[in-house]
């Protein structure tokens, strides 16, 4: 399974937590088809990945946490900050890593409710 850890916030527990990127169910998928449709073109496929990942996380409150300077200081402004942006500070190694691991995607996907027991 791959793995992409970022930081978002829980609204249940009112904490910022790791999450994989592949978690989301739907991302995931949206992946495995590109790869099955573009893994013999990688500019192909890396154009659609950083779609999918706009579409699933960019811009989206449940999604974007908040930073700030410790210890606080007027001087500087606290930045709302998405998944999607977190992911691309380090496009090129995201963007490798999910290439090399593209047989991963490429494996039958197993249902929503399988990943869940």
């Known amino acids: 399974m791959l793995e992409w850890n970022v930081y978002v916030g829980n609204f249940n527990s009112g904490l910022i937590e790791t999450h994989n990127v592949f978690d989301h169910w739907r991302f995931l998928e949206d992946c495995r088809k590109n790869a099955k449709k573009n893994g013999g073109d990688k500019d192909a496929f890396v154009e659609q990945l950083r779609r999918d990942l706009m579409y699933y996380y960019w811009s989206k409150c449940e999604w974007e946490i908040i930073i700030d300077h410790w ?19 380090n496009w090129d190694k995201f963007v490798d890593y999910v290439w090399q691991n593209i047989g991963e995607l490429k494996k039958k996907p197993c249902s929503p409710k399988a990943r869940r027991e």
Do not use: G
């Not at 210890?71 to 500070?89: A, I, S, T």
């Open 71 to 89: 210890p606080h200081c007027d001087r500087f402004r606290d930045e709302k900050v998405d998944v999607y942006d977190q992911v691309r500070l």
